[in-house]
Nanobody, 123 residues
Framework: QVQLVESGGGLVQAGGSLRLSCAAS????????MGWYRQAPGKQRELVAQ???????NYADSVKGRFTISRDNAKSTVYLQMNSLQPEDTAVYYC?????????????????WGQGTQVTVSS
């Protein structure tokens, strides 16, 4: 199994910055991609940014030029640097990891989710 621990959310004024972190641990054999999703009240969960093991990156159009995703493979950690935050960025942010884990029964690929961290941007 794989566990994800998120940190870095909080309250910030419009124009401010926050940095989210998500560390994966457990019986990890390989991590294919890591990413961040968010869900605002009354809205569906949406992809914010994703980075593959080969460092290919995909951003939602709404965050391009403001958010930067990165990963530290040695630490199995993904980061999301969020600059120029706006009230519409207010949401619960979830870390998502697609990883292959191992047990005595073999290797298994799964999607894993963090517990979510609240980001609130005041106007």
């Amino acid at each position: 199994q794989v566990q994800l621990v998120e940190s870095g959310g909080g309250l910030v004024q419009a124009g401010g910055s926050l940095r989210l972190s998500c560390a994966a641990s457990g019986s990890i054999f390989n991590i294919a991609f890591m990413g961040w999703y968010r869900q605002a009240p009354g809205k569906q969960r949406e992809l914010v940014a994703q980075i593959t093991s080969g460092s290919s990156i995909n951003y939602a159009d709404s965050v391009k030029g403001r958010f930067t995703i990165s990963r530290d493979n040695a630490k199995s950690t993904v980061y999301l640097q969020m600059n120029s935050l706006q009230p519409e960025d207010t949401a619960v942010y979830y870390c998502n990891v697609n990883a292959v884990s191992y047990t005595i029964e073999g290797y298994f690929a799964n999607d894993y989710w963090g517990q979510g961290t609240q980001v609130t941007v005041s106007s």
